[in-house]
C-alpha cells in the first residue's frame, strides 16, 4: 500500500521524510528483520500515534529517527539531511539540539529534584524554557523540590514529559508513556504531552499499545512486520482529557 | 553549579562510607609514602649538617702504637686533605649501678680542635680542664645514669686510670654505638674523651696513634685511597682500613634508611592498587545501576565525554581526599618516627622535615590510581550506546554450579546455594574481592614475620652456633695457660680458648671484610650448624665459611678462599673450604685455631675465651674482670639479648600496630565496599525474601557468607603471597652482619589471621548497619 502521507501534508511541512528503512539484527538465531522497508512521512507539528503487536518494529523506529540507533540501510531525512548517513557526532548534535523523548519508565535521576531533573537537560539545551516553567506546564507548579521517590508514577512520567519538552524539541517522541500508569494518572500525561507539545509546536510520535490512546492523534500509524501497514487520519483531535480506559 | 556536580555530591553523600573507606587505602598508601620520606629527610638534613659541623672523615684506620711520624706519609696520600690520627685505648670500667662492667673506648682529643676530624660536640656540661677529666658519649651517660662529676675507673690495657665525667656530647663517629655482638647497649658503651695526655699514659703509646681518620677532597674515591692507607699501616695493624660507608655508626644509619626507603618504595603502591582495584568496582557499579540514566542523557543529546566525567571526577575526589588525608597523617606520624629515630641518631639538631615534592609526587600518583580505577567504568559509560541503555538489563543468568559437588548439593541450604552460584556466576569480582584480601593477608604475615624472624637469628647466633654465656677478649694474644686461669674465675663451669682475627677473604666474584674464628676441633661452646641444625666438624687445614659469604665471592664447598689476614705479620693464606655454614649474622670464616697459630708463626695461643658461668656468680664475676688486666672485653649473653629484646619490644610495639591497622585496613576495605556493592545488587533480592519470610539473620548470612567464604578461600593464597613478600624482604634487607630467615611461624600465623579476620568481621559489622536499615518497601517500588 503506498503511504498516504505525502498528500496530507506538504513536502515543507515534514519533519520526517521515511524511505525504506530497514533494520536488521543479526542474532545468534539468525536474522532479526525489526523494521523491514518502513515508509512514512512525518508532517511538521502533527500528533502521530504508532499502533501494532508487540514487537512488530515501533520502538526501533523510534529508536531510529530519535538518532538514538542506526538503521541497516534506508534514508531519514531530517531538515534535508540523512540521519541514516549521519556521524556519531552529527547524532549527538541532533539530539541535543531537536529531540525530546519520554520513557515508558520514567527514567528520572533518582538523586535528583524534579527542578533538578529539569535542569540537568535545559543546562546543555540553546533556548530551553525555565524548569519551574515547564514543570508548571505539566501541573507540577507545587512539587519542584520533591525527589523522585516522592512522587507517584503519573507525577514522575511528568517530570519526564517537563525534562523532555522544556528544552524546546522539534520532535517529542515518546515510547508507551502511559505504560506503566494507571488510567486516571496516563491521561494526566497524555494531557501534559498535548499541551506542552501545543505550546512549544513539537512534533509528537507517541508509541502505544492503547487502541484508546489512538484518538488524540491528528494521525494513527500502523505497524506490522516491521513496516507501515496503514495511515488514518482523525477528523478530530479528541482532548487528551476525554480519553478513558 | 551544574546539574551534574549537584547529582556527583548527591552520589557522594550516598557513597561516602565508600568513597571513605577506599580514600583510606589511598591515604594509607600517600601516608606510608610521605612519612617515609620526610623521616629519610629529616635525618638526612640532620646528618648532612652535623657531619659537615663536626668534620665526619672519610676513611678510618686503626693501628697499634703507629708513630705519629706516620701521619705525613698519610697526608701525602693523593686525594687526602687532612689527616687526624689519635691516640686511644679500650677495656673495661665499672659503673655504679650497673650489674657489670662497661665497655670503654677511651680517645685523645685534638692538640687543635679546629683542625680535627670527627669532632666532639659538647652538648652538656664543659670540656676537661684537666688530666684527669673526661667528657663522655651522651648515650652511654643517658643509659647508664652517670651524672657529671661522676668519678670513674677504668682499666685499659691493665692500668686504671681514674677520670672525671665533666660533660656529655655526642661524635660522628658514635652516632650509633653498638656493642661487639653488634646489638645497641648503649648503658654499657662508654666513650672518653680526655687529653692526649691522659690517654697516651693510659694506654702506654706515648707519641704514638691507635686510630686514625682521613678527609678527602671532593670526589676523591675512598675505594683508592683505603688500599694505601691500609698498606701504610699494615705494620702497625689492628683494625682494617675502612671507608665511611663501612663505618659502623654510618653504616648502621645507612641501613635503618634504607629500610625505611624499601617500605616508602613496596608499600605505597599496594594500597594504590587496591584503592584503584575498589574504584573500578564502585564506580562499574555505578554505571551498572546508573546505565539507563546515562541512555537518557544520551538521548537527550549529551556527549560521550560528558556522561563519563562525572565518574572520573567521583575517582579524583576519592583520590584527592586520600592523598589530603595521607600527607596530613604522614607529615604527623613523620614528626613520631622522626622522634623514634632522634632517640637512635643523637643528632644535635634534629628536627621534623616536611618534602612538598613527594607530598605532590604520591597525590598525583594516589589520584591517578582512582583515574585509572574509574577509567574502564568511565570508557563503559561513553560507550553505553543509547538504544542499549534504554534498555534494562536482563537479569543475570543463573545456572546450578559445579562448586554444588552431587553429594554434598542435596544437603546445601539454599542460602549457601545463593552464596556459591553468585560466586560462580560473578568470578571476576570473586576473584577481585579475594585478591584484595589475598593482599591484606600478605603484609600481615610480613608484618609479623619481621618479629619471629630477628627471634630466629637471635636464637641461633646466640644459643645454638654461640653458645657460651660470657666471652671475654683479651688485650693481647696471650698463651693457652690463661685458658685455665679464666677456669677458675668464679661461676665458671667451662673455657674455651678462641683466637679471632680480622681478614679480607676473596674470591671469583669479590672481596669481603670477614671475621676468620679459630676455634678448636672438639669445641662445644661455638659450633658452626648446617641447614637443618646440625653441627658441622672442621676438618684439618680447611674452613668452614657462612653460606652468605660463599655466595658473595662465588665460591662453594671444595673451592679455595684467599685470606688476607689483618694481623701480625699479615700473611696471604689459602684455605680449602670443607663445608658452609647457615647462619644468620656476620660473614665469619671458622678454623681450626691450631692450624691458625701454626699459619701465623704463633705458638698455642689464644685472643680470647669463651665461657659458660653460673648465673648467681656473676656478680663476682663480672667484678674479678675488671681487675683482670689481661681481659680488655667482656660480653654476656643474657644480658646482650635481654637488652636487645627490650629495645626491639619498644621499637615493635609502635610499628607493628601501626603496620598491622594498615594492612588490616586493606582487608576492611575490600570486606566493607564488595559488601556494599553486593547489598546493592542484591537489595531487591534480599528484600523479597524478607517479605517472603526469610528473617534478617538469614538474610545477613547470604551476604556475609558470601564474604566469609571468600575470605576463607583467599586465606592460603595470602599466606603464601605473605611467604613470598617476606622473601622479597629479606633480600631487599640483606646485609653483611644480618640475613634474616624466612620464618612463618605458629605466632605469626595466629596473629596475622587473627588481625585478618577482626578486619574482615570489622567490615562485615559496619556492612550490618546497611543492612538493617534495608527500607522492604522503598526496595521494591523502585525499579533498579
Ligand atoms: N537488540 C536486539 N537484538 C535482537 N533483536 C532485537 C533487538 N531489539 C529488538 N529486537 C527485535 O526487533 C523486533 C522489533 O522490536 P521493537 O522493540 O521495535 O518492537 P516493538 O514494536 O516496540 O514491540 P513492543 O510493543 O513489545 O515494545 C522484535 O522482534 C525484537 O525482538
Ligand atoms: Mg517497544
Known sequence: MPPAASESAGQAALAFQVRGLTKIYPTAAGEVRALDGADLDVARAEILVLLGPSGSGKSTLLNILGGLDRATSGRVIFEGRDLVEASDAELTRYRRRSVGFVFQFFNLTPSLTARENVELITEIAEHPMDAAQALAMVGLADRLDHFPAELSGGQQQRVAVARAIAKRPEVLFCDEPTGSLDSASGVQVLEAIVHAAGETGATVMMVSHNAAIAEIADRVVRFRDGKVAEVTANARRKPAAEVRW | ?784
Not at chain 2, 657529671?148 to 654505638?177: F, H
Not at chain 2, 691500609?230 to 634508611?257: E, M, N, W
Not at chain 2, 637512635?344 to 598525583?364: E, H, K
Open chain 2, 1 to 784: 553549579m551544574r546539574t551534574l556536580d549537584v547529582k556527583l555530591l548527591r552520589d557522594l553523600r550516598r557513597l561516602a562510607p565508600q568513597v571513605a573507606a577506599i580514600a583510606m587505602l589511598g591515604a594509607i598508601g600517600v601516608c606510608v609514602g610521605v612519612m617515609a620520606n620526610n623521616a629519610l629527610k629529616a635525618v638526612q638534613v640532620a646528618e648532612d649538617r652535623f657531619y659537615a659541623d663536626t668534620r665526619f672523615a672519610d676513611v678510618f684506620g686503626g693501628a697499634v702504637r703507629a708513630p705519629k711520624a706516620l701521619t705525613a706519609k698519610l697526608a701525602a696520600i693523593e686525594g687526602v686533605v687532612a689527616v687526624d690520627a689519635r691516640a686511644s685505648g679500650v677495656g673495661l670500667m665499672p659503673v655504679p649501678g650497673l650489674d657489670r662492667p662497661a665497655h670503654v673506648t677511651l680517645v685523645a682529643l685534638p692538640d687543635d680542635d679546629a683542625r680535627s676530624l670527627d669532632r666532639f660536640k659538647l652538648l652538656a656540661g664543659r670540656m676537661p680542664a684537666r688530666p684527669d677529666e673526661a667528657v663522655a658519649l651522651k648515650a652511654f651517660v643517658d643509659a647508664a645514669h652517670v651524672p657529671l662529676g661522676q668519678r670513674l675507673g677504668a682499666v685499659i690495657a691493665g692500668r686504671e686510670v681514674g677520670l672525671t665525667i665533666v660533660g656529655a656530647g655526642i661524635s660522628p663517629e658514635y652516632v650509633y654505638s653498638p656493642s661487639e655482638t653488634l646489638l645497641p647497649d648503649d648503658a654499657h658503651q662508654a666513650v672518653l674523651w680526655a687529653r692526649r695526655a691522659t690517654v697516651e699514659g693510659a694506654s702506654g703509646e706515648v707519641g704514638a696513634f691507635a686510630k686514625v681518620a682521613l678527609k678527602l677532597a671532593r670526589g676523591a674515591p675512598a675505594a683508592a685511597v683505603v688500599p694505601q692507607v691500609d698498606r701504610l699501616l699494615a705494620p702497625y695493624g689492628a683494625a682494617p682500613t675502612v671507608a665511611r660507608a663501612d663505618q659502623i655508626s654510618d653504616k648502621f644509619i645507612t641501613d635503618a634508611l634504607r629500610r625505611l626507603r624499601i617500605l616508602a618504595l613496596i608499600l605505597p603502591p599496594i594500597f594504590l592498587a587496591v584503592a584503584a582495584a575498589l574504584t573500578h568496582m564502585v564506580t562499574a557499579r555505578l554505571v551498572e545501576t546508573e546505565r539507563e540514566q546515562i541512555g537518557l542523557l544520551k538521548a537527550f543529546g549529551f556527549s560521550h565525554a560528558e556522561v563519563a566525567v562525572p565518574y572520573l571526577k567521583l575517582a579524583a575526589i576519592i583520590g584527592l581526599v586520600g592523598a589530603v588525608a595521607g600527607g596530613l597523617a604522614g607529615a604527623g606520624l613523620a614528626v613520631a618516627l622522626t622522634g623514634l629515630y632522634a632517640q637512635y641518631f643523637r643528632f644535635p639538631v634534629f628536627a621534623a622535615q616536611f618534602n612538598w615534592a613527594v607530598f605532590a609526587v604520591t597525590s598525583l600518583i594516589a589520584i591517578g590510581a582512582t583515574l585509572a580505577g574509574a577509567s574502564l567504568a568511565a570508557r563503559r559509560a561513553a560507550s553505553l550506546a543509547p538504544a542499549v541503555a534504554m534498555r534494562p538489563p536482563s537479569p543475570p543468568s543463573y545456572r546450578r554450579g559445579r562448586l554444588e559437588l552431587p553429594r554434598l548439593g542435596r544437603r546445601l541450604d539454599h542460602p549457601t546455594r545463593m552464596i556459591l552460584r553468585r560466586i560462580e556466576r560473578f568470578p571476576a569480582k570473586a576473584g577481585l574481592t579475594a585478591a584484595g584480601f589475598a593482599v591484606s593477608l600478605a603484609l600481615l604475615v610480613c608484618t609479623q614475620f619481621l618479629e619471629d624472624a630477628l627471634d630466629r637469628v637471635v636464637d641461633s647466633a646466640f644459643y645454638r652456633t654461640q653458645r657460651w654465656s660470657a666471652q671475654l677478649t683479651f688485650a693481647h694474644l696471650r698463651d693457652i695457660r690463661a685458658i685455665a686461669e679464666t677456669r677458675r674465675l668464679p661461676g665458671v663451669v667451662a673455657a674455651e680458648p678462641v683466637r679471632d682475627s680480622g681478614a679480607w677473604a676473596e674470591g671469583p666474584r669479590g672481596r669481603k671484610q670477614v671475621a676468620l674464628e679459630g676455634i678448636d676441633p672438639d669445641a662445644r661452646l661455638v659450633r658452626p650448624l648446617d641447614g637443618s641444625g646440625r653441627p658441622i666438624p672442621l676438618e684439618g687445614a680447611g674452613v668452614i665459611v657462612s653460606r652468605a659469604l660463599a655466595e658473595r665471592l662465588g665460591l662453594r664447598a671444595g673451592n679455595g678462599v684467599d685470606l688476607d689476614v689483618l694481623e701480625g705479620r699479615r700473611p696471604h693464606l689459602y684455605l680449602p673450604i670443607t663445608a658452609l655454614a647457615d647462619d644468620y649474622s656476620g660473614l665469619i670464616v671458622y678454623v681450626d685455631r691450631g692450624v691458625l697459630n701454626r699459619l701465623m708463626g704463633d705458638g698455642d695461643v689464644a685472643s680470647g675465651a669463651n665461657l659458660i658461668a653460673t648465673a648467681d656468680a656473676a656478680e663476682k664475676l663480672n667484678r674479678r674482670l675488671v681487675d683482670l688486666p689481661q681481659v680488655s672485653a667482656a660480653s654476656f649473653r643474657d644480658a646482650t639479648v635481654a637488652n636487645w629484646r627490650n629495645i626491639t619490644a619498644k621499637e615493635f610495639s609502635v610499628t607493628v600496630w601501626f603496620y598491622l591497622t594498615f594492612s588490616g585496613a586493606i582487608a576492611l576495605g575490600v570486606a566493607y565496599n564488595m559488601g556494599r556493592i553486593t547489598l546493592a545488587e542484591r537489595a531487591r533480592d534480599l528484600a523479597t525474601l524478607q517479605v517472603l519470610g526469610f528473617t534478617r539473620g538469614e538474610c545477613a548470612y547470604i551476604l556475609y557468607g558470601e564474604l566469609a567464604a571468600l575470605a576463607l578461600l583467599a586465606l592460603p593464597f595470602g599466606v603464601g603471597l605473605g611467604t613470598l613478600f617476606a622473601q622479597g624482604l629479606v633480600q631487599a634487607f640483606a646485609r653483611d652482619e644480618l640475613r634474616l630467615p624466612v620464618a612463618i611461624t605458629p605466632r605469626t600465623l595466629a596473629v596475622s589471621i587473627s588481625a585478618y579476620g577482626a578486619a574482615v568481621g570489622l567490615g562485615c559489622l559496619l556492612l550490618h548497619r546497611q543492612l538493617s536499615r534495608l527500607d522492604l518497601v522503598a526496595v521494591l517500588k523502585t525499579r533498579e
